[in-house]
T-cell receptor, first 112, second 112 residues
Framework: ETGVTQSPTHLIKTRGQQVTLRCSSQ?????VSWYQQALGQGPQFIFQ???????GRGNFPPRFSGLQFPNYSSELNVNALELDDSALYLC???????????FGAGSRLTVL | AQSVTQPDIHITVSEGASLELRCNYS??????LFWYVQSPGQGLQLLLK??????LVQGIKGFEAEFKRSQSSFNLRKPSVHWSDAAEYFC??????????FGAGTRLTVKP
């Protein structure tokens, strides 16, 4: 049973548009990470936020940006969408007590 | 740089047979190692984790994994597979909550 919820579950955009994906993580989990999972691939780390500040980033361009809010929710924003951005985007919150990432079910983005 | 290799893209086993999924990692220090399972259209569920101590770790759903430092491996095993185990399995390595690296996954098919 996951405590991380994501919205929307599916969406379709066209190339050049912008998208915002949302995540609500478990209460008390101050760290949230975002991952991109392309079809047939493992998840790739995009970035991480801790107490509303970005404190780690993978090999993704600046058009991928994020926000974290005090109520444990967060956003992933992607500008100037490209066809290769089509993927499942996973949000995960970190439990420092158990030292594990808990993932949401993901938002599947299709870029046409 | 840390990385994970899952040599088997797809494995098929008969229901009731034993299972072993391979995972090799590259990491400069003592790694945190994880196995996650993903059902179609779903997020990732943690099966088990290894941080230190006993090299044989038990997880949920009857899975276990053995850490072998000399072989840089963390293979996942189950003595008797059930049809509901059909899914994608991901091995991951990290030093904590930042930039966890995932393998490309192994898809498990279970024959009746």
């Amino acid at each position: 049973e996951t405590g991380v919820t994501q919205s929307p579950t599916h969406l379709i955009k066209t190339r050049g548009q912008q998208v915002t994906l949302r995540c609500s993580s478990q209460s008390g989990h101050n760290t949230v990470s975002w991952y991109q999972q392309a079809l047939g691939q493992g998840p790739q780390f995009i970035f991480q936020y801790y107490r509303e500040e970005e404190n780690g980033r993978g090999n993704f361009p600046p058009r991928f940006s994020g926000l974290q809010f005090p109520n444990y929710s967060s956003e992933l924003n992607v500008n100037a969408l490209e066809l290769d951005d089509s993927a499942l985007y996973l949000c995960a919150s970190w439990s420092s007590g158990a030292n594990v990432l808990t993932f949401g079910a993901g938002s599947r983005l299709t870029v046409l | 740089a840390q990385s994970v290799t899952q040599p088997d893209i797809h494995i098929t086993v008969s229901e009731g047979a034993s299972l072993e999924l391979r995972c090799n990692y590259s990491y400069g220090a003592t790694p945190y190692l994880f196995w996650y399972v993903q059902s179609p259209g779903q997020g990732l569920q943690l099966l088990l984790k290894y941080f230190s101590g006993d090299t044989l770790v038990q997880g949920i759903k009857g899975f276990e994994a053995e850490f072998k430092r000399s072989q840089s491996s963390f293979n996942l095993r189950k003595p008797s597979v059930h049809w509901s185990d059909a899914a994608e399995y991901f091995c991951a390595v990290g030093a904590g909550n930042n930039d966890m690296r995932f393998g490309a996954g192994t898809r498990l098919t279970v024959k009746p």
